[in-house]
C-alpha cells in the first residue's frame, strides 16, 4: 500500500485514504426509566435527519437485578426488544414489580446513571461530495459529522490486569470523564480469560494476564497541531487532526446465551465489557449469585459466563428460574483489533 500514513498519538499507523477509514459518531443517548409495567414505551431519539444515517446500537446498560419487598429471592427487569419507529426510540421491558434495587455494584446506585441505557452511533448513507479540498475514500464523512459527535481514540494501550474481582484495571481518569461519552473496548490477549468492567472494580479479569485496551471520546475539541495533518470543514471548523485515530466502523453481531456471538466481518474483534450482568444458581433452597462477564471462545467468537461470586441468602421455597444474565438477546459491538495496534 502507498499514500500518506498517520501516526496519532494513539493507535497504529494507518493510511489516511483508506477505504476502510469509515468514522461513526455519537448521535444521541437513550436513557431509559424503569416502569412497573411489562411491555413497550416510547421516547424520543433527538436525532436531526436521522434517515440519512445507517444506525448502530450499542447497548450500555440492559438489565438490572432487583428485590421485591417482602420476597426472598432476587428478580430481573431487562430491555429485552428496540427499535426506531420515525421520531421516537422504542423499547420493550420483560418485568414489572415494586423493586428494591438489589445488586451491590450496580451502577444505578451512582446518581449520575439512569436505570438503562442506549447509545446510538451513525455514519452517513450516502458519501458526501465536494469540488473542494481533499477527496477521501474512506474519511469523506469527517467533513459532516459535527466535531463534538465524532468518536476519537484517547488511549490505546496493552495493560497488565491482575486476576480476582479486587485487582481491576482502571482507566486514566483524564480518558474517562462523562462529558466525554467514554468508550471503553477491550481484549484479552489470551482467548478463554473472562472479563468484565464496572465503575466500582474496574476492568476485571478471570486470570493474570495482559489486556488490550481502546479509549474513544467525543465531544473532543479539536486542536490544530504544530506538525501533520490538519482536516477542515466549509465553516472552517476542525473536523480532524493526525493527533488522533478516528472511531472505524466495526461489527454489529446479536449476542444471545446458548450461541453467544460470532464477528464474521472482522478477525480479532474488541468489545465493550460494560454490558454485564446478574446470574444466580440455586443451591438447596439458597441463592447463589455470580457477576457475568465476556470471553473469547476464537479469535471472532464470544460468549458469557460466571467471573465472579457476589453473595448468596436463603431463597425459600420459590428460587428464581433462569437469570438476567442468560435471557437477554442484544447487539454487541466489536471493533477490529489491528486497527489500533500493530499485531
Known amino acids: 500500500m502507498y499514500g500518506m500514513y498517520i501516526k496519532p498519538d494513539h493507535g497504529s499507523s494507518f493510511l489516511l485514504d483508506s477505504e476502510k477509514n469509515q468514522p461513526i459518531g455519537f448521535l444521541s443517548r437513550i436513557d431509559m426509566p424503569y416502569s412497573l409495567r411489562e411491555g413497550w414505551k416510547s421516547t424520543p431519539h433527538n436525532i436531526q435527519d436521522i434517515n440519512k444515517y445507517n444506525i448502530i446500537f450499542i447497548p450500555r446498560i440492559m438489565s438490572r437485578t432487583f428485590k421485591t419487598q417482602g420476597a426472598y429471592d432476587w428478580g430481573s427487569c431487562n430491555i429485552t426488544n428496540y427499535k426506531i419507529e420515525g421520531n ?3 423499547y420493550y421491558g420483560d418485568n414489572g414489580s415494586d423493586p428494591i434495587w438489589k445488586d451491590p455494584e450496580d451502577d444505578a446506585w451512582s446518581s449520575d446513571d439512569p436505570y438503562f441505557r442506549m447509545d446510538i452511533y451513525g455514519y452517513l448513507k450516502e458519501r458526501p461530495k465536494y ?5 477521501l475514500r474512506g474519511m469523506n464523512n469527517i467533513y459532516n459529522l459535527n466535531s463534538e459527535l465524532r468518536g476519537y481514540c484517547v488511549y490505546a494501550e496493552l495493560v497488565g490486569v491482575s486476576g480476582g474481582k479486587e485487582n481491576g484495571w482502571f482507566p486514566p481518569k483524564e480518558f474517562f470523564l462523562n462529558e466525554n461519552n467514554p468508550m471503553l473496548f477491550a481484549r484479552p490477549e489470551k482467548d478463554g480469560v473472562t472479563f468484565c468492567y464496572n465503575k466500582m472494580r474496574g476492568l476485571t479479569v478471570s486470570e493474570t494476564c495482559k489486556v488490550y485496551v481502546v479509549i474513544f471520546n467525543t465531544n473532543l475539541r479539536l486542536q490544530a497541531p504544530k506538525s501533520g495533518v490538519v482536516i477542515y470543514n466549509e465553516k472552517k471548523e476542525i473536523t480532524y487532526t493526525s493527533k488522533y ?12 446465551r446458548n450461541n453467544g456471538g460470532t464477528f464474521e466481518q472482522l478477525k480479532k474483534p474488541m468489545i465493550l465489557p460494560d454490558s454485564h450482568f446478574v446470574n444466580w444458581v440455586v443451591n438447596r433452597g439458597y441463592m447463589d449469585y455470580y457477576r457475568t462477564g465476556y470471553y473469547f471462545m476464537s479469535n471472532n467468537k464470544v460468549g458469557m ?8 441468602e436463603y431463597g425459600g421455597p420459590y428460587g428464581p428460574s433462569g437469570s438476567n444474565g442468560y435471557k437477554t438477546n442484544y447487539d454487541l459491538y466489536g471493533i477490529e483489533l489491528s486497527d489500533y495496534f500493530n499485531i
Open 305 to 312: 459466563r460466571d467471573i465472579y461470586y457476589l453473595g448468596g
Open 131 to 135: 469540488d473542494y479540498g481533499i477527496q
Open 245 to 256: 485515530k478516528p472511531l472505524h466502523l466495526g461489527q454489529s453481531t446479536w449476542f444471545d
Open 88 to 90: 421516537n426510540f422504542l
